[in-house]
């Protein structure tokens, strides 16, 4: 009996008798590191949880009895430094191997883990350890990262308390590597008013910040739990898979697609440590090497895999291919199908919650469509006055929550220390996601665009995804972001400001051609009236377009010719 069936069944006879009846077992006190981890490693102690790689050409197998051992030395070492249950630690671990280790003795001692990517600047620094309160950062031992901290620190000194390397010396940091190595790997489950309880913080997830300051997305101990959706019903992952996610530590992508439920699902997950320099070359032969057969990323990397000489590699182990981050072009997937015979099955979430839709191992993917709805969260599409929408009707992407005692497994706790922010977005017994879509007669749901993204022109509502699919079936274009101008006749004219593939160049002309090829493409109305081309777009440092900053120069343009 697998562990996963402590918590859930998981055979069912079709989608209707999924979405009914799934449910998922939440004993009091359930913590990840103990309940999960330690049961692998005592149940399966060679098993493996983690095949890691570098681009240095280093690897390293690991098994959970070494999860286990090395996480129960970590939270030694943690609490030798006076970290203890509710202190928040910060941590940039990039893709090292260690951040597994280092999560689980987080989890094990009750402490607030807060992963973080390595780009932050000073700002975002010091904004992060003061709003989340901060006791300790570690990273990896980086000349430009001990910079940024260092810096941070004398802005926040009266918070941030301890300063940590993974390895290496360095003046004012722990050796936390050489600590861990120290400490006993005997380590004993707190209990009473030590142990973490399950409705405390577990996780908090800084958000992307595409329309604000970032958020703090807090989630309980109850959180891997849900990512059983995640890994099994959306991945269709089981104890025999390899599955790569390509997202770094500091993302909550790492939570969907590198830890929790695949390690529920007893499957191993696959690491490669790589620079900041992304090389599809690089992952479709570490495919082939290490016969990985599950693999899920954001439709720009599998756009970057059709530019390859596919025909070079042999692909064979791949039986699965998710995607997620961004909403599905339809091109993609056609072409990806094309290339390896495998359907893309995308699946959307936030930060804030986890897998909403998906597509299920039960349901025919629809290329572009974000599949079924999943039965954790039940969300719903609403208009303006709270009524569920009619087919082919857009409204908001909407989370029923009866009240607390109710709340969906999986939904956040709520923004960290901000209970007024919590309530723009929590309210009248509704989550409101902000993101806007729209479902069909079959019941699948299609993505328009955030809220404030969403373009009235004329009379029309036209979201920016299906403008910015049209354009990016061009050949011309590599990417492209869709905003309004203001307009005194139709309200908005829609925008396209667009990065060009290698080879080709702006001109009157290929604007022409591109306002063309999207009026075949989708309705007419929603063509671009105006077109420019860049060298860059503006993105938060998670890659998102911040199609805001788009608006607010064009805004200013405007004011400016006004005057």
């Given at each position: ?14 989608f ?37 790689c ?23 070492a ?19 191997y260690?951040?597994?280790?280092f ?11 807060v992963p ?6 000073v ?7 003061k ?9 990896v ?62 996780i ?80 479709l ?29 042999s ?37 804030e ?28 599409i ?12 857009e409204?908001?992407?909407?989370m ?20 007024a922010l919590t ?5 009248n ?8 879509a ?16 969403i ?11 299906e ?5 990016i ?28 593939s ?20 989708t ?10 081309f860049?060298d ?28």
């Amino acid at each position: 009996m697998g562990i996963i069936h402590k918590y859930c069944k998981t055979e069912y006879a079709s989608f209707e008798d999924f979405y009914q009846n799934f449910h998922v077992s939440m004993p009091h006190g359930f913590n990840f590191g103990y309940d999960v981890v330690d049961e692998l490693a005592k149940e399966k102690p060679d098993k493996n949880a983690i095949v890691w790689c570098n681009d240095q050409g280093e690897e390293k197998i690991i098994s959970f009895a070494e999860v286990k051992r090395m996480s129960d030395k970590m939270a030694n070492a943690l609490r030798s430094l006076g970290i203890g249950k509710g202190d928040a630690v910060l941590a940039m671990l990039k893709r090292r191997y260690e951040y597994w280790y280092f999560a689980m003795a987080m989890h094990k001692i009750g402490a607030i883990l807060v992963p973080a990517t390595h780009m932050l600047s000073v700002k975002d620094l010091v904004y992060r350890i003061k709003a989340a309160e901060i006791k300790m950062v570690i990273t990896v031992n980086d000349e430009s990262m001990r910079g940024k901290i260092n810096a941070a620190e004398e802005a926040t000194c009266d918070i941030l308390k301890i300063k940590a390397l993974l390895s290496g010396e360095s003046a004012g940091y722990v050796h936390f590597n050489k600590l861990a190595d120290e400490s006993s790997e005997v380590f004993i489950r707190p209990t009473g008013d030590d142990a973490p309880d399950s409705r405390d913080v577990m996780i908090a997830y800084f958000t992307s910040g595409t329309t604000a300051l970032p958020k703090i997305v807090a989630h309980d101990y109850y959180y891997p739990l849900c990512h059983i959706t995640t890994a099994k019903f959306w991945h269709n992952l089981d104890e025999n898979d390899l599955h790569l996610t390509v997202a770094e530590t500091g993302w909550a992508k790492a939570s969907w697609g590198k830890l929790y439920g695949q390690w529920l699902c007893e499957a191993t997950v696959f690491v490669y440590d790589f620079d900041d320099r992304f090389s599809a070359g690089d992952f479709l032969s570490l495919i082939d090497k290490y016969k990985i057969t599950s693999f899920c990323a954001p439709p720009t990397i599998y756009r970057l895999f059709i530019k390859e000489d596919l025909g070079k590699y042999s692909l064979k182990s791949l039986k699965k291919s998710s995607i997620a981050g961004e909403p599905l072009n339809p091109e993609v997937y056609t072409q990806w199908l094309a290339a390896t015979g495998l359907k893309l099955r995308e699946g959307y979430g936030q930060t804030e919650c986890t897998v909403v839709f998906a597509t299920n191992p039960w349901c025919e993917p629809k290329p572009g469509s974000m599949g079924l709805p999943m039965p954790l969260t039940r969300c719903t599409i609403m208009d303006a006055d709270g009524r569920e929408c009619e087919v082919g009707e857009e409204g908001e992407i909407c989370m029923p929550v009866p009240d607390e005692k109710h709340r969906p497994l999986g939904l956040f706790m709520g923004y960290y220390k901000d209970a007024a922010l919590t309530q723009k977005v929590l309210y009248n017994g509704v989550y409101h996601t902000g993101d806007m879509a729209w479902r069909d007669e079959d019941g699948y749901v299609w993505f328009c665009g955030r809220n404030d993204d969403i373009i009235k022109s004329s009379g029309y509502r036209i979201g920016p995804f299906e403008v910015e699919s049209a354009l990016i079936e061009h050949p011309a274009v590599l990417e492209a972001a869709v905003t309004g101008v203001p307009d005194p006749e139709r309200g908005f004219n829609v925008k396209a400001t667009i990065i060009l593939s290698k080879g080709f160049a702006p001109s009157d002309e290929l604007k022409k051609e591109l306002q063309s090829h999207v009026k075949k493409v989708t309705a007419p109305y929603k063509y671009p009236r105006i077109i420019e081309f860049v060298d860059a777009l503006p993105k938060t440092i998670s890659g998102k377009i911040k199609r805001r900053e788009l608006r607010d120069a064009d805004a200013e343009k405007s004011t400016g010719n006004s005057q």
